[in-house]
């Protein structure tokens, strides 16, 4: 689409269709510490068995890629999942132009801490 590859991730969708199949690759993964359960409430609610964004970027062969954009809108993983993220991004292992999040369910005290990774990145 526009000359981007776009990739899409929610483990949640079950049996229904992804809509968004003429602009982006659909993944049924979902983002968090590898191997981490982790249950959600919507669609029905379940659980998942988690994987870094660096497991993700391994699994399509983007390892070294740098991403113009990611988005996060995960329903609480992203206290557990971008802490790993924004390390990685310090330590030069990923390469990130722009990072978009929703932060869900948090408290100050934890969005405080993970504002301060994401600046030390």
Request: aromatic share 10%; proline share 2%; glycine share 14%.
């Amino acid at each position: 689409f526009l000359g981007c590859e776009t990739h899409t991730f929610d483990p949640t969708l079950g049996n229904q269709s992804f809509v968004g199949s003429d602009y982006a690759t659909f993944h049924p993964w979902g983002l968090g510490e590898d191997g981490g359960e982790t249950t959600y409430s919507v669609r029905g609610g379940g659980s998942f068995s988690s994987m870094s964004l660096a497991s993700m970027m391994k699994a399509l062969g983007h390892t070294g890629r740098r991403l113009d954009i990611l988005k996060v809108d995960c329903e609480g993983c992203e206290w557990q999942a971008l802490p790993a993220v924004f390390d990685a991004i310090a330590r030069g292992e990923l390469l990130i132009d722009q990072i978009q999040i929703e932060l869900h369910r948090g408290t100050f005290e934890g969005a405080k801490s993970l504002f301060e990774k994401a600046d030390s990145a």
